[in-house]
């Protein structure tokens, strides 16, 4: 049986690799952490075929995320959720999904980021699709090491948007805050076709805090890859694997959830290692 022709699409090695030159710099010298947004980086009938395809939140694979250590509503048609179950995905965001993890991308990425020898994740794990809705939103929050393979370091994100007509007084930009998440120092729109790429540390703060002004019916949805590699140095952005997403409240949204404010607590009293190594040890015990 024949397949469209999107759904046959590659990535354009000669383009991507020209696009690393052209923004390494820009890259590495951004503000408040190394990042770069690119537009239109699909061709224009495979960005709006995406958006046709992007499934609907009660199909099959969805569940529930949330917006973070915060109290929320509880309610998909509201609330953040994420699809990584690629036997769900349709099968031009599969195409496309399997191209973020290719070999292509990922010498792509060195070239940008200057971390050669990159993995990525074929799990998709807490990556995938995301879906919000109105009134929902995201913790400013940096992210976790997520591979299954714990010997990975997470140190690049890629995150793709799908929606298309998104308007700025919708808000959902992507928000990234200083290296202590008191201050917001870039926000980047959630523009259709565009792609993020940035940094990920332990202060590596980002998120959507703020509940999204759509529509009814209309959702902010996104693809999203992670990156990883086996040799992170030790820094002062990085002191070991991070077994969880470190959450910051910013807003009167923040409401923390008995567990946030455990959570917060015990990092306010106690150094960051001896908060993991504790929150290791209970999760072996749990299991």
């Known amino acids: 049986m024949d397949m469209p022709g999107n759904q046959l699409f590659r990535l354009d090695r000669a383009r991507l690799l020209g696009l690393a030159s052209q923004h390494r710099v820009d890259f590495a010298d951004a503000d408040p952490f190394p990042h770069i947004v690119l537009k239109d980086f699909l061709p224009d009938d495979v960005a709006r075929a995406l958006a046709a395809e992007f499934p609907p939140i009660r199909d099959d694979g969805w569940c529930f995320a949330g917006p973070g250590h915060s109290v929320n509503t509880g309610d998909i048609n509201i609330e953040k959720v994420q699809n990584d179950r690629e036997e769900f995905f349709p099968p ?3 195409r496309v999904m399997h191209e973020f ?10 070239e940008l980021t200057g971390y050669t020898g990159l993995l990525s994740d074929p799990w998709f794990a807490g990556c995938g699709l995301h879906s919000t809705g109105r009134g929902g939103r995201l913790m400013i ?5 997520r591979h299954p393979n714990q010997k990975l370091h997470q140190v690049i994100n890629a995150i793709y948007y799908v929606s298309q007509n998104w308007q700025s007084d919708w808000g959902g930009q992507l928000e990234l805050w200083d290296r202590d998440a008191k ?3 870039k926000s980047v729109e959630p523009t259709f076709n565009s792609l993020v790429i940035f940094y990920t540390g332990r202060r590596s703060y980002h998120g959507h805090p703020h509940p999204l002004q759509t529509p009814e019916g209309v959702r902010r949805n996104s693809l999203a ?3 990883y590699t086996t040799d992170r140095q030790i820094s002062d952005d990085y002191e070991g694997r991070i077994p969880h997403v470190v959450w910051k409240s910013t807003n009167e949204h923040d409401q923390l959830t008995m567990k946030g404010k455990i959570w917060n607590g015990a990092l306010r009293i106690m150094p ?3 908060v993991y190594k504790l929150a290791r040890i209970w999760g072996a015990i749990k299991e």
């Open 92 to 94: 031009l965001i599969r």
């Open 101 to 110: 993890n290719s070999s292509t991308f990922l010498d792509f990425l060195g």
């Open 141 to 145: 929050h940096a992210d976790q090491d």
């Open 183 to 185: 201050t917001r120092v």
């Open 225 to 227: 890859a992670y990156y």
């Open 272 to 274: 960051e290692r001896a």
